[in-house]
């Protein structure tokens, strides 16, 4: 069985859960991390230094970063189908998407965007911000719509790993109050996604204690 140390309204840790749930693995969560705490105790830094979630504990082995974790994962437990091939070409295209949600998609969403409409009140909002950080997302999405075409996934007619790290962002960005502007392709893609028990499961998850007072 593996451990997840993570509490289940990280962005982060959702993505491994869903991960975790697409390969239908055994699993147990433990909460950690913001009001639960146990983050920076001697035994979690031993195990990631960092002192953030997720972390997971596969028999000896002990990972952390979340894209490192969904790789592992699915090397390991994966039939090196679609969702992370056997053939190191096409691994790498893969890769490269969910490389690109990791380090622009969702980055640039989670931060300037959930962070500043969720997470801090009304007052202290940089709205100039939040608009320039709006518009260059909305970028981010054209350029996946693009990639999208006809096609049910970012990859082409499979699921595969690349849809965990970018589609798990979507959830949030499709719930929060927030100007969208009509991007068809994304609907119809993260209407899929909610057709998945995985995601249903593990990343349609209420924020609400993550709601900062006076955020609206």
Same mark, same amino acid.
């Given at each position: 069985?593996?451990?997840?140390?993570?509490?289940?309204?990280?962005?982060?840790?959702?993505?491994?859960?869903?991960?975790?749930?697409?390969?239908?693995?055994?699993?147990?969560?433990?909460?950690?991390?913001?009001?639960?705490?146990?983050?920076?105790?001697?035994?979690?830094?031993?195990?990631?230094?960092?002192?953030?979630?997720?972390?997971?504990?596969?028999?000896?082995?002990?990972?952390?970063?979340?894209?490192?974790?969904?790789?592992?994962?699915? %090397?390991?437990?994966?039939? #090196?189908?679609? /969702? $992370?091939?056997?053939?190191?070409? *096409?691994?790498?295209?893969? !890769?490269?998407? &969910?490389?690109?949600?990791?380090?622009?998609? %969702?980055?640039?969403?989670? #931060?300037?965007? /959930? $962070?500043?409409?969720?997470?801090? *009140?009304?007052?202290?909002? !940089?709205?100039? &911000?939040?608009?320039?950080?709006?518009?260059?997302?909305?970028?981010?999405? #054209?350029?996946?719509?693009?990639?999208?075409?006809?096609?049910?996934?970012?990859?082409?007619?499979?699921?595969?790993?690349?849809?965990?790290?970018?589609?798990?962002?979507?959830?949030?960005?499709?719930?929060?109050?927030?100007?969208?502007?009509?991007?068809?392709?994304?609907?119809?893609?993260?209407?899929?996604?909610?057709?998945?028990?995985?995601?249903?499961?593990?990343?349609?998850?209420?924020?609400?204690?993550?709601?900062?007072?006076?955020?609206?």
């Amino acid at each position: 069985m593996i451990t997840v140390y993570g509490r289940a309204t990280s962005s982060n840790v959702q993505a491994v859960m869903w991960g975790i749930g697409e390969l239908g693995l055994d699993y147990e969560r433990l909460d950690y991390g913001l009001d639960f705490g146990g983050i920076d105790t001697p035994d979690y830094l031993a195990m990631n230094p960092h002192g953030l979630v997720p972390t997971i504990r596969d028999g000896d082995l002990v990972l952390w970063e979340s894209c490192a974790i969904l790789r592992y994962l699915a %090397a390991k437990y994966g039939d #090196g189908g679609a /969702f $992370w091939p056997a053939d190191p070409a *096409a691994r790498a295209r893969v !890769d490269m998407w &969910a490389e690109w949600g990791k380090a622009h998609f %969702a980055r640039d969403f989670t #931060g300037p965007i /959930f $962070w500043a409409r969720v997470r801090t *009140a009304a007052v202290a909002r !940089d709205e100039a &911000a939040l608009t320039l950080a709006l518009d260059r997302f909305d970028g981010y999405l #054209g350029r996946l719509e693009a990639q999208l075409g006809d096609s049910p996934y970012v990859m082409g007619a499979d699921f595969t790993l690349a849809d965990v790290v970018i589609g798990h962002v979507l959830f949030r960005y499709y719930d929060i109050d927030i100007p969208r502007r009509s991007r068809p392709v994304i609907d119809a893609y993260y209407a899929r996604l909610q057709s998945r028990t995985a995601f249903r499961e593990h990343v349609m998850v209420s924020y609400e204690v993550l709601r900062a007072e006076g955020a609206g």
